[in-house]
């Protein structure tokens, strides 16, 4: 939680007047948007692009005004949280199941910040089982097509129902284990009909703020 803060608050030092700026979704960006809040509450000029609709929500609370890609196709800085971060920066991310909007919100800057407290650093990705958006319709068939490649797919309940992610599809969360090359990973399950997007974010994120010893760091790719 202090942690959380901490770093949440630091990566918002790189949103600046001006900018598009994509939010988030998690308990951790929650304190990155809290500032730019607060920056927009003193007078500065940016615009948003939520990841969620529960990020959607919080930042109409705190008047951020939205935009959508319809008028925009670059985004300046994008800062959202992660699961896990191995040293590579290869990200799980899906936890709180905005995996979809959060992947093609990433895919639209060059500057892409990572907030993660000291419990999400790894060595090698996997301890978090792997987020997977699939289609309603024959998920079944896919989660056995995903189970081919090494895990144990699971699908996400909300209470006794079926998970709905905001663009309406189900969330396989998929126990691999060791996730030895995310990469390679991330294509082969890109590939099986049926899966919308994976949570695995190869060579997205350029910086990530996290906490060593006590004191924020911020390690850049
Ligand atoms: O990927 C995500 C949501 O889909 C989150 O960024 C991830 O789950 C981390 O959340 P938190 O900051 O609450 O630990």
New binding site residues.
């Given amino acids: 939680m202090i942690e959380?803060k901490a770093v949440g608050e630091a990566a918002a030092q790189y949103v600046k007047d001006g900018m598009v700026v994509g939010l988030?979704?998690?308990?951790?960006?929650y304190y990155t948007i809290q500032k730019v809040g607060e920056y927009v509450k003193e007078g500065m000029n940016i615009r948003a692009i939520p990841t969620?609709e529960e990020t959607k929500m919080l930042a109409l609370d705190l008047n951020i005004p939205l935009v959508t890609f319809a008028e925009v196709n670059h985004l300046d800085v994008v800062i959202?949280?992660?699961?896990e971060v191995d040293c590579h920066f290869a990200l799980t991310?899906?936890?709180?199941?905005?995996?979809l909007r959060?992947k093609l919100i990433a895919d639209a800057t060059d500057l892409f910040i990572v907030v993660a407290d000291s419990s999400?650093m790894v060595e090698k990705l996997g301890k978090f089982p792997l987020p997977v958006e699939v289609t309603p319709f024959s998920w079944e068939r896919t989660a056995r097509q995903i189970e081919e490649l090494g895990s144990i797919a699971t699908r996400r309940l909300n209470g006794t129902e079926p998970y709905i992610s905001d663009n309406g599809n189900y969330i396989l969360d998929c126990s691999f284990e060791v996730i030895e090359n995310p990469e390679e990973l991330s294509q082969k399950l890109n590939r099986i009909p049926g899966v919308v997007e994976n949570?695995l974010f190869v060579n997205m994120a350029k910086i990530v703020f996290t906490v060593e010893e006590g004191k924020v760091v911020r390690k850049m790719k």
Avoid at 24 to 29: A, E, K, L, M, N
Avoid at 93 to 99: C, R
């Fill in positions: 959380k988030g979704t998690g308990s951790t960006v969620s959202d949280g992660a699961d991310k899906g936890g709180g199941g905005a995996l959060e999400k949570g």
